[in-house]
Every structure is written in C-alpha cells, then in structure tokens.
C-alpha cells in the first residue's frame, strides 16, 4: 500500500495543468470520415481556418469544456474530491463556454483569459456509429500555455500535480510544466503524468522517459502508449521495462482492463460494463479522475483502478466526456 505523509497538510487534491479545449461532439456516419479523408480512431491537428470551416458547418454538437487533464480533474470534482485546473483560453466566446463549463462541475479555474494572439482551443469530436471518436484538433491558445499562468500557490497546496502530455509540443508549456513539478517536489507533493497519445510519444520519445525518471512518481498510459515508449513488439515487454521507473504506474486497455504496477507488484484491474457504448470519448481521462481520487482519499491501489474503471465504464455509455450521475453513487458498487 502507497504511503502518503502530506495527505493531513494539503488543501487541494489534484491540480492538473494541460490544455484548455472546448469539445465539440457530434454523430457520423463512417462515409462521412471517409469523404474528409480522417482515419477513424485518430487525433489529427488543424490549423484555424480548418477549425473554423468545420465548426461552422457542425450541427446540433454538444459542447463542453474538455482536453485531456481538465476531464480528468472534473471527473475529481463529481466524485466530491477538491480539485483545480491550470490551462489557457482566449477571450472569446469559446473561452467563456469553456470557464462556465469546467466553473459549474466544482473544479477551481482561475487561469486569467487572454486578449491577445490564436483563439481557444477546440476539438471536434466524430463519433462513429460504433462509438469510436475521430477527433480534429485546434489547440489555439491553449498550447502558449507559459510559466507566468501557473497559480503556483495551488500547486504548493495539491496533494498531486496532475500533467497532460500533450502539453509537451511547446517550450513555453514545457518550461511551465518544469517549473510546477519542481514546485510540487518541494512543497511534498507527488507529480502525476498523463502520455496522452501514441502520436504525442513518438514526438518527444526520449524527452518523455527524461521526465518519467526525473519527476514522475504515478504514471497513465494506455497499451499503445507505453509499446510506443519503450519500443517494444508487446505489452509484456513494455511492462518489463517500466517497472519500478515510477511508483505507480497505470496502463489502461479499454474492453481488456487495466495493469496497475507498485514497485515490482503488478495487479490485472477487469473493465466493468454499465451499458451500451455509446462514445469513448473521455475513458481514459475519466479513469485516471477515478484513480487519482481515490489515491488521494488514501485507498489501496486496487480500489483505486477499481473506482478508476468504474467511473470510465460510465462515462462511454454516453455522448461526452462528463458524468450524467452522481458518481459517488458507483463506489457503492466495490464496497
């Protein structure tokens, strides 16, 4: 069982960093990713007149705060966890849409908008009848993200730093996210890393595993993800040679479950089936919300990829990335 001495004297379970995106979800049919030449299940950037052109055209989409970290942090604030999130917007309408959203669950966000330079960041979300996203990203200002936006008194007071990956294409992110793990460290708090996406990790590779072994004490990934890191032919291979690089390290599998590593321990964590899937949009991010609230609640690391599991089996019986329920309610389902 993980020890956590700085659980009596931190105010703020989690702060995530990553960026500020709004999310905007809509249904298509397989022709229509065909037709625009997207291959279904990937992340593919665009530049603002991409993004504009496609927005204007999108009907009846759901919109809501997203990206990676903020998921994971609201997920945090529904389970009743106090929780915050550093990341930046524009001065527009979409950043309006964006601080209302992540403001409404009960997460802390107080990043100052800008008035200047790319306009928030979006991500239009193709959801396919088999409930598979493709997903066309804008990261506009959110990726400008600089030291000078920390609230660094809100990172002194979590008791995880929680990073997002896909942060890490940018200097200034980079230097921002340096800066707050250093912070966190001293102030007694644990960092947290998130590798977002196998395209991310093939970026920054060896930039990525500096990171993990310098700063990261409880790490996410997903199958792919960690192959792609360590270059491997398996996953086993893969588990091999990430263990015992950070004190925890969560590998996610959708349908298949999940691996939890402690030390040298390993532990197979079964997915649970709360309904149709309807769009997976969110699942990761929702299990590592899950996992980190129940970590900093002080629980085992099985109850954590438990509650983990549980919270990403709800979120993909539904468009979106948020909660529809009381998610305390399914903890009772474990106890």
Same mark, same amino acid.
């Given at each position: %069982?993980?020890?956590?001495?700085?659980?009596?004297?931190?105010?703020?379970?989690?702060?995530?960093?990553?960026?500020?995106?709004?999310?905007?979800?809509?249904?298509?049919?397989?022709?229509?990713?065909?037709?625009?030449?997207?291959?279904?299940?990937?992340?593919?950037?665009?530049?603002?007149?991409?993004?504009?052109?496609?927005? !204007?055209?999108?009907?009846?989409?759901?919109?809501?705060?997203?990206?990676?970290?903020?998921?994971?942090?609201?997920?945090?604030?529904?389970?009743?966890?106090?929780?915050?999130?550093?990341?930046?917007?524009?001065?527009?309408?979409?950043?309006?849409?964006?601080?209302?959203?992540? *403001?409404?669950?009960?997460?802390?966000?107080?990043?100052? !908008?800008?008035?200047?330079?790319?306009?928030?960041?979006?991500?239009?979300?193709?959801?396919?009848?088999?409930?598979?996203?493709? %997903? *066309?990203?804008?990261? @506009?200002?959110?990726?400008?993200?600089?030291?000078? +936006?920390?609230?660094? !008194?809100?990172?002194?007071?979590?008791?995880?730093?929680?990073?997002? @990956?896909?942060?890490?294409?940018?200097?200034?992110?980079?230097?921002?996210?340096?800066?707050?793990?250093?912070?966190?460290?001293?102030?007694?708090?644990?960092?947290?890393?998130?590798?977002?996406?196998?395209? *991310?990790?093939?970026?920054?590779?060896?930039?990525?595993?500096?990171?993990?072994?310098? $700063?990261?004490?409880?790490?996410?990934?997903?199958?792919?993800?960690?192959?792609?890191?360590? +270059?491997?032919?398996?996953? +086993?291979?893969?588990?091999?040679?990430?263990?015992?690089? *950070?004190?925890?390290?969560?590998?996610?599998?959708?349908?298949?479950?999940? $691996?939890?590593?402690?030390?040298?321990?390993?532990?197979?964590?079964?997915?649970?089936?709360?309904?149709?899937?309807? +769009?997976?949009?969110?699942?990761?991010?929702?299990?590592?919300? @899950?996992?980190?609230?129940?970590?900093?609640?002080?629980?085992?690391?099985?109850?954590?990829?438990?509650? @983990?599991?549980?919270?990403?089996?709800?979120?993909?019986?539904?468009?979106?990335?948020?909660?529809?329920?009381?998610?305390?309610?399914?903890?009772?389902?474990?106890?």
């Amino acid at each position: %069982m993980h020890q956590k001495k700085w659980l009596e004297n931190k105010t703020i379970d989690v702060i995530g960093i990553g960026n500020a995106i709004v999310d905007v979800l809509v249904h298509v049919e397989d022709s229509f990713l065909e037709k625009h030449g997207y291959k279904k299940g990937t992340m593919t950037l665009i530049n603002d007149q991409q993004a504009k052109e496609l927005y !204007s055209n999108i009907k009846n989409g759901l919109e809501t705060s997203g990206g990676s970290a903020a998921n994971s942090i609201t997920g945090i604030s529904q389970l009743g966890g106090r929780a915050g999130f550093i990341g930046r917007t524009r001065n527009d309408n979409l950043g309006k849409v964006f601080t209302s959203d992540i *403001c409404n669950t009960g997460t802390i966000f107080n990043t100052p !908008s800008v008035d200047k330079g790319p306009s928030t960041g979006r991500c239009m979300i193709f959801v396919s009848p088999d409930a598979e996203r493709t %997903m *066309c990203t804008y990261l @506009g200002s959110s990726v400008l993200l600089d030291p000078e +936006d920390l609230d660094l !008194s809100l990172v002194k007071e979590s008791k995880v730093l929680y990073l997002e @990956g896909y942060l890490w294409d940018n200097d200034s992110a980079k230097r921002a996210f340096i800066k707050a793990a250093e912070i966190s460290k001293k102030s007694g708090g644990e960092v947290a890393l998130s590798l977002s996406d196998s395209f *991310c990790v093939n970026r920054h590779k060896e930039s990525f595993k500096d990171l993990i072994n310098g $700063y990261i004490d409880i790490l996410f990934a997903n199958e792919e993800e960690i192959i792609s890191l360590y +270059d491997t032919s398996n996953l +086993d291979e893969a588990l091999n040679i990430l263990r015992g690089k *950070c004190k925890i390290s969560v590998i996610t599998m959708g349908e298949k479950g999940s $691996y939890l590593l402690e030390d040298r321990d390993q532990w197979k964590i079964s997915s649970y089936k709360l309904g149709e899937t309807i +769009d997976t949009t969110g699942a990761g991010d929702m299990y590592a919300g @899950g996992f980190l609230y129940a970590y900093t609640k002080g629980d085992d690391i099985i109850t954590c990829g438990k509650i @983990g599991s549980l919270c990403a089996a709800h979120v993909v019986t539904h468009l979106g990335p948020r909660a529809k329920i009381k998610l305390n309610n399914l903890i009772d389902l474990i106890i």
